[in-house]
């Protein structure tokens, strides 16, 4: 009996990791910066970026050149996620409907926005505590630095690459990544 405790824990403990290494991006929903539920399973078969944004932000300017690439190859099966925090600095204030107003006035930003959620420390919300999972994902975990932290995801909803703030969406780095992904598209 002593022997069959830890073995049938071992079990059910290694059973739920397995589990839970396959999980993707499609196991989670946001809510849509209009308050819907907006599950991200919606996109299943497409090339997602996962962006956290802000509108106070030194990298703002990247909604240019994210809605620009989002225009180039969104006929391929390629969709941005815009997902406002206010988790540094204090640069994502406005409430969802300020930020959608900013967004579309000042951007054009015609891809889809999410309401806002935290991105780092307690109140973290799920997906990012999954994109952020470094034992799950080693090469593209970690913290969130900053606003403007990019996850390219293929279209099996994995992880595909982890761009930093620094780096923006039209640089030649992130597009081969994106027309990579898009290659293997199978939809």
């Known amino acids: 009996m002593r022997v069959i405790a830890p073995l049938l ?4 403990f290694c059973t739920a ?3 839970a290494g396959d999980k993707t ?3 989670f929903t946001l809510n849509s ?9 919606a996109y299943k078969g497409h090339v997602v970026m996962l962006v956290n944004v802000a509108s106070r932000c030194g990298f703002t300017p990247q909604y240019t050149a994210l809605e620009s690439i989002y225009e180039k190859y969104k006929d391929r099966g390629f969709v941005i996620v815009g997902i406002p925090a206010n ?6 204030p406005g409430t969802n409907q300020e930020i959608k107003t900013f967004c579309s006035s000042k951007y054009s930003v015609t891809f889809p926005m999410m309401a806002k959620v935290s991105v780092k420390g ?6 990012y505590q999954y994109l952020t999972d470094k034992a799950g994902s080693p090469k593209t975990g970690g913290e ?4 403007f932290t990019k996850f390219l995801v293929g279209p099996d909803g994995g992880i595909v690459a982890r761009f930093e703030p620094k780096v923006t969406p039209d640089s030649p780095e992130v597009t081969s ?8 598209e199978k939809r």
């Not at 969130?144 to 606003?147: L, T």
């Not at 990544?177 to 293997?184: D, F, K, P």
């Open 177 to 184: 990544a994106i027309e990579r992904a898009l290659g293997s």
């Open 122 to 127: 307690d109140d973290k919300t799920p997906l």
């Open 33 to 41: 910066i209009d308050g819907q539920p907006a599950p991200l399973a």
């Open 144 to 147: 969130i630095q900053w606003n």
């Open 25 to 27: 991006i499609y196991d």
């Open 87 to 92: 988790n540094f600095g204090s640069q994502e």
């Open 17 to 19: 990791a397995l589990m």
């Open 9 to 12: 824990f071992c079990l059910l």
